[in-house]
């Protein structure tokens, strides 16, 4: 499921890079008083990898999917790579 900000734009795993990017140098430019944004920085990592768990996710049920239609239909799965 896409989130989305209060100004109505999708939640993309290339906007929380570019947000991520951001933060660091502005961690970086406060020097030692950097660590007070570990907080947003963490943050960001971890909406980070939740959308891409979920993006996994969605191909592993995809993937299920396809192969259970394939079964209901009496053809031999393709192998898939892993």
Do not use: C, H, N, W
Request: aromatic letters at 4%; zero cysteines; hydrophobic letters at 35%.
């Amino acid at each position: 499921m896409t989130d989305y900000t209060s100004d109505g734009k999708p939640i993309t795993a290339e906007r929380i890079e570019r947000a991520l990017d951001a933060v660091a140098r502005y961690i970086v430019e406060l020097g030692r008083e950097g660590p007070v944004v570990l907080p947003i920085y963490r943050r960001l990592k971890a909406e980070l990898a939740k959308l891409q768990a979920e993006k996994a996710e969605m191909e592993e049920i995809r993937e299920r999917a396809r192969l259970f239609r394939q079964k209901r239909r009496g053809r031999k799965p393709k192998s898939s790579p892993e």
